[in-house]
């Protein structure tokens, strides 16, 4: 079931007022927009499986950096802070490519299980260099990391060794990795169910989820990605992840940037 964007009335859930209070944010379509979503995904049966959810709304690094999840100014409720360039507006935020990056503090192995983990980003603009969202480690081996285009492949690792695939279905848009078990790991990527992924086994990695960029426990591998949405969160069954697909197209076209 899909919600009503303006069916909440005069009431917001207290989740999505408590995220909207903490951004200082009061514009009406954001508000709806940030409302629907949280409701739709307590609908659904996701909302508890949420480490940290990045909306990217209101266009400044203020308002970027909470976790709707948890909206306090805190590490360890996983806020954003920033570094290099980045350059914030109402389409999200952007890595200038060379330096720019977002630390979630979100720790792979501190704070996810192995074999029951997935990342989703909603990125606009087709890459040419880097990773905008994961990590890796300094060996540039076991990842947890997007590639939705590289070097003529399609790389996508969610505790495993990197592999690589032929690039295939549209490079923007929403994606999702999920991994449940070593024999049941999936990337989405739009136009496309899902494709399975296998692959030698890795530990997690002692490193934080980086946005724009993948945490390579050293430095990073910087993207020029234009972010308007990303999440950590608990493995996603394909009716979860079509579900969490359909609430955020429905949350971008209300903001109108979606593509």
């Known amino acids: 079931m899909i919600i009503n964007p303006y069916s909440f009335g005069p009431s917001l859930d207290p989740d999505a007022q408590a995220f909207l209070t903490a951004a200082s944010i009061t514009d009406t379509t954001i508000s709806g927009a940030i409302n ?3 409701v739709q995904m307590k ?3 996701i909302w508890t499986k949420m480490k940290a959810i990045y909306p990217i709304v209101g266009g400044t ?3 970027h950096k909470w976790n ?3 909206p306090r100014d805190l590490n360890e409720a996983f806020r954003l802070t ?3 360039g980045i350059t914030h507006d109402a389409n999200g935020m952007t890595s200038n490519g060379v330096n720019g990056f977002a630390d979630t503090y979100l720790n792979d192995i501190v704070h996810l299980a192995n074999d029951n983990k997935s990342i989703s980003m909603y990125i606009r603009n087709v890459l040419t260099v880097g990773s905008p969202m994961g990590l890796i480690d300094a060996f540039g081996q076991a990842s947890n990391r997007f590639y ?3 070097s003529g492949q399609d790389y996508s690792t969610l505790g495993f060794i990197q592999s690589g695939r032929d690039v295939a279905g549209s490079q923007i848009g929403f994606f999702t990795m999920s991994k449940s078990s070593l024999l049941d790991f999936k990337y989405y990527r739009p136009g496309i169910a899902y494709i399975p992924v296998s692959g030698v086994d890795a530990s997690n990695l002692n490193a934080n989820y980086y946005l724009l960029a993948s945490n390579n426990e050293v430095s990073a591998e910087y993207s020029e990605a234009n972010l308007a949405f990303a999440s950590i969160q608990e493995a996603l ?7 969490f ?4 197209e429905t949350f971008q076209t209300t903001l109108s940037r979606n593509v």
């Open 36 to 38: 629907t979503l949280v």
């Open 245 to 248: 697909r359909t609430a955020i």
């Open 43 to 45: 609908v659904d049966n």
């Open 61 to 63: 690094d203020n308002t």
């Open 237 to 243: 069954s394909d009716t979860e992840e079509a579900n």
């Open 68 to 70: 709707l999840k948890d």
């Open 148 to 150: 939705p285009e590289f």
């Open 82 to 84: 920033f570094g290099g």
